[in-house]
């Protein structure tokens, strides 16, 4: 068995998941503990561009496209 690394970039891999965590926590109390007046006209405008983004996704997947951009419009006319 080998003696734990002391490399500092091995010491910041095994760290990141550890700083994640509490930042994703952080930010979770910040959007759910905040300013009640924010919060009361920032909840509708949440919630319609969830229902954007899940519309987006159900008909980009009905059409079997992986976005918008990706269609192009076949050419008219004559080649000459």
């Known amino acids: 068995m080998s003696p734990p690394?002391?490399?500092r970039?091995?010491?910041r891999?095994?760290?990141t998941p550890l700083v994640a965590l509490v930042g994703a926590v952080a930010l979770t109390a910040v959007v759910s503990y905040g300013n009640q007046q924010a919060r009361l006209t920032l909840d509708p405008v949440l919630a319609?561009?969830?229902a954007v983004a899940v519309?987006?996704?159900v008909r980009a997947?009905?059409?079997g496209r992986s976005s918008p951009e990706t269609h192009v419009p076949a050419e008219t006319g004559?080649?000459?």
């Open 5 to 7: 690394s002391t490399d």
């Open 13 to 15: 891999a095994e760290l």
């Open 78 to 80: 004559t080649s000459g």
């Open 55 to 57: 519309h987006a996704a």
């Open 9 to 11: 970039r091995g010491r």
């Open 48 to 50: 319609v561009a969830a």
């Open 61 to 63: 997947l009905a059409t």
